[in-house]
């Protein structure tokens, strides 16, 4: 029992990463109906930027996620402004190739600005929690809680603000929407900084929890689309199930199968979820 | 007649002039490594380290062939740690940069692809850090390795672990790899011999990062120790990640890492108390005068410490440098192989070679270190003892393989 609960444990702090870069896709492609590929890449600036202040440069570690977020609705709302509005109203195809060629621009620009050495964001964080027999890492304990409050913040956020509503609004009926007098030109600029700042989140929590290194990005990109299939396409609710579900599922896998196919398991479940709700976890019928 | 003069001194001058440059040409030699990816931090330290026994062997008057001199120009290519790239770049050292001879290799499964086509290349390769077996006994005569098999340390690692006590040992690695299934293999035979048993074989990718999973199973094994093999951001995550797991068993390991390396990931307590069975590699409390010298003027130009096998690809180089010496040929490769199979160990050498019929290299081309074991005390690798082994029972081992 010991040993199962401890895999859960493990699997809820990853599967919090997968949550935040699932919620950061999942709001793109349900209110703008872009596979956004250059979300990991983009997380992982984000992990870059925050080692480069903070181990680099002697900034306070707080300080220095302020900045890497603040950093990365900037870029998030450049990277609308300048790589997908002027394909917006173009055949799908072309979004697709912008964000392929996106993925491809932030690998390069990371890796000419950060090198290519592995990096890992010191913490300090080191002490651990045991509860009967089950051992909880402090810094795990910051990640799942970081990820809790973040989840909840964007859920409040996109249920009781006025701009939430407006996002929504624009998700169900871009038409409706202007005919209510929402300014549908600066939602997309809204959800993309959202949706960076979530990556660049989910970035730091990969360099703290693990490491970063040119290719990280895409391997987590993948596992995000993975969760936004099982969740539910455009479902935030979903992502967050979704990403749990999947983490877990690794964990237990892992634990209790082979950790050779830990990734293979992950998929094999999401598979059998899709053959049983082809809409998935969380998804409309 | 003042025509006539200056006409004899130009054509003396220039005649001078041919003969400098006749006694003083380059030599080309490659590096193929893996500057970038995960074992960049095995390779990108062999490339520097070849780079700098360049310019050492330069520095110190070339190499001497007859009446000429050689200077080393050292081209140096990415090859990822990966068959294809590793392909790729010697194939463009042979035949586009003209190199032949080339150096580097950290990499087992990049090496292994080179090493299935040099034979009939007119090249010598020399090997460093890649340490599967099958590399040394393909009855290559233009190979030669500077670092002994995995599975040669292996063994002794085996008899190490036995002799601390343990019985049931849990074994936590990169086993996909060949190399390091073979440390694990001659380990646990070793290890059988006193009546030990591996419980549990767990298994990670050079790319993971969080190894938790197999950590909680072993946990729930209650093993008396764990073995951890593998590259070392790997391994260090797997050391760390032990602690966060509350594990307070022995740890033992095959990763040949530095401080600073371990460093980057986990901390000195996360260390403490860690064992890393190896090749005896570069070591400070233990290594010779030419050793400290190096790990100097690594620090001093690289501004990192070396890693512990860097030398490794140091010691390639001025390998080869004796061996064109003894051949008196930067052409002829077949006499230039045949002198590094001769080549008695040299005073500039790094690691601390034990020789096999009195030769640095055996007949299969391989070289031999000793074993040792090192323990992480207080931030730092201390070399505690040197491991039993014998390079002439496995030189004669690994003949019988051919």
Known sequence: MTEILQQIINGIAIGGVYVLIALGLTIVFGILGIAHFAHGSVSMFGGYLTFFL????????????????????????????LAYRPVRHANHINAFIVALGLTMMVEGANLQFFGAEQIVIPTGATRVFSIGGVTLPELRLYVILAAAALIAAMTIFVEKTKTGQAIRAVAENRDAAI???????????????????????AGVMVGSLFAIAPGVGEGLVVKGFAVLILGGLGSIPGAVVGGIVLGVTEALAAGFISSAYKDVIAFVVMIAVLLLRPQGLMGRA | MMGKSLLTCSVAALLLGTGSLAAQETLKIGVADALTGGAAVYGLPQANSVEMAADEINAAGGISVGDETYMLDVIVYDDKANPTEATNAVRKLIDRDGVKYILGFCCSGATGAIASFIGYEDAVMLVGNAAERSITTQGLTN??????????????????????????????????????????????????????????????????????????????????????????????????????????????????????????????????????????????????????????HYLERFGDAPSPSSPYAYDQAWALKHAIEAAGSVDDT?????????????????????????????????????????????????????????????????????
């Open chain 2, 334 to 402: 077949e006499a230039v192989a045949a002198a590094l199979r001769d080549l008695k160990i040299f005073p500039e050498a790094v690691m601390q070679y034990r020789p096999v019929n009195g030769k640095m290299f055996d007949d299969n081309g391989q070289a031999y270190t000793a074993n040792g074991a090192f323990q992480w005390q207080d931030g730092h690798w201390v070399f505690v003892e040197e491991l039993p082994s014998d390079p002439e029972a496995y030189s004669e081992f690994l003949s019988s393989l051919n």
């Open chain 1, 179 to 201: 005919l209510m007098g929402i300014n549908v030109q600066m939602i997309p600029l809204v959800v993309f900084a959202i949706s960076t700042a979530l990556g660049v989140a």
């Open chain 1, 54 to 81: 903070a181990a680099q440069h002697g900034i306070p570690l707080a300080l220095a996620i302020t900045i890497a977020l603040i950093t990365g609705m900037v870029l998030g709302v450049l990277i609308e402004l």
């Open chain 2, 143 to 296: 190979l030669v390795r500077t670092r002994p098999p995995a599975d040669y340390t292996g063994a002794a690692a085996g008899a190490f672990v036995a002799r601390q006590g343990h019985k049931r040992v849990a074994v936590l690695g990169a086993l996909e790899t060949s190399f390091y299934a073979s440390y694990v293999e001659a380990f646990e035979e070793e290890f059988a011999k006193s009546g030990g048993e591996v419980i549990a074989h767990e298994v990670f990718a050079s790319k993971d990062r969080d190894m938790s999973p197999q950590l909680t199973k072993i946990r729930a094994m209650d093993p008396d120790a764990l073995l951890v093999v593998g590259y070392v951001e790997p391994a260090a995550f797997a050391y760390r990640q032990s602690t966060e797991l509350g594990m307070d068993i022995p740890r033992y390991g095959f990763t040949s890492g530095s401080e600073e390396q371990f460093l980057r990931v986990a901390t000195t307590e996360q260390m403490e108390g860690v064992w890393d069975l190896r090749p005896t590699e570069l070591t400070l409390q233990s290594t010779t005068d030419a050793g400290l010298a190096y790990h100097e």
